[in-house]
């Protein structure tokens, strides 16, 4: 089992920066690659950005490549999502997971199996 803990959440000025984390606890941090997404009123849970196991390989959605960035940190078992340049777009909840297959759908929330309980994220223009 693995919990997961988000933080860093707030209301920011649009074209502001925050940094999301999101503590592990349970099992060893280093056997799961972890994810970020995010959900707004309305809409369907999607895909953010996740990194591989070792921190080697990331992965993002277009919406987000080249303001956001995902790092880890292995010996502290948490997960960052540093946001620049926001936009009022990016007003969601936004959530950490872990992926413990290798197999399983990076991109998709069903390829997840442990979930925070969010944080809000409120871009305002």
């Known amino acids: 089992q693995v919990q997961l803990v988000e933080s860093g959440g707030g209301l920011v000025q649009a074209g502001g920066p925050l940094r999301l984390s999101c503590a592990a606890s349970g099992r060893t941090f280093s056997s799961y690659a972890m994810g970020w997404f995010r959900q707004s009123p309305g809409r369907e849970r999607e895909f953010v950005a996740a990194?591989?196991?070792?921190?080697?390989?990331?992965y993002y959605a277009d919406s987000v490549k080249g303001r956001f960035t995902i790092s880890r940190d292995n010996a502290k078992s948490t997960v960052y999502l540093q946001m620049n340049i926001l936009k009022p777009e990016d007003t969601a909840v936004y959530y950490c997971?872990?992926?413990?297959?290798?197999?399983?759908?990076?991109?998709?929330?069903?390829?997840?199996?442990?979930w925070g309980q969010g944080t809000q994220v409120t871009v305002s223009s």
């Open positions: 990194i591989s196991r070792s921190g080697t390989n990331t």
């Open positions: 997971a872990a992926k413990v297959s290798l197999s399983s759908r990076t991109y998709f929330v069903d390829g997840y199996d442990y």
